[in-house]
């Protein structure tokens, strides 16, 4: 029976270790959070980059396919590099990311709805064709 309670707790841990992970990797996709970090002083805290590089089992499939938001992966992948830690303490460099990522999804939205367009221009020409 003790057992078995401890590992429901061992459950009940993992479950909530993951939920906060999965929640704080995609918190990284915010520029102006991670100048907030910055800012802070986090960034130059040696515990808190090692946690950042135990991060990166996030970009296995397994895991990353729970991301909403999958921007925070390449940011996570660029924190590992010092020079790019140091610049986010500039309130200018997370502006031209946050701004460089709204670009991104604008022409994303715009090329995804051409193809879904061009697809459905097909798929209709593929049904009179048939007829």
Avoid at 46 to 55: D, G, I, R
Avoid at 56 to 83: D, N
Avoid at 106 to 111: E, V
Wanted: with cysteine; hydrophobic share 35%.
């Amino acid at each position: 029976m003790a057992a078995s309670v401890a590992m429901e707790t061992d459950d009940a841990g993992n479950r909530l270790r993951f939920q906060l992970e999965l929640e704080f990797v995609q918190c990284l996709a915010n520029p102006n959070y991670l100048n907030f970090l910055a800012q802070r002083g986090y960034f130059k805290d040696k515990a808190f980059v090692n946690y950042l590089k135990y991060l990166l089992y996030w970009k296995e499939p397994e895991y990353a396919k729970y991301l909403k938001y999958p921007q925070c992966l390449h940011m996570l992948e660029l924190l590992q590099y010092e020079h790019f830690r140091k610049e986010l303490v500039n309130a200018q460099c997370a502006k031209f990311i946050d701004e460089q990522q709204i670009l991104h999804w604008q022409h994303y939205s715009r090329k995804r709805m051409r193809l879904q367009q061009a697809l459905a221009e097909q798929q209709q020409q593929n049904n009179t064709s048939g007829k």
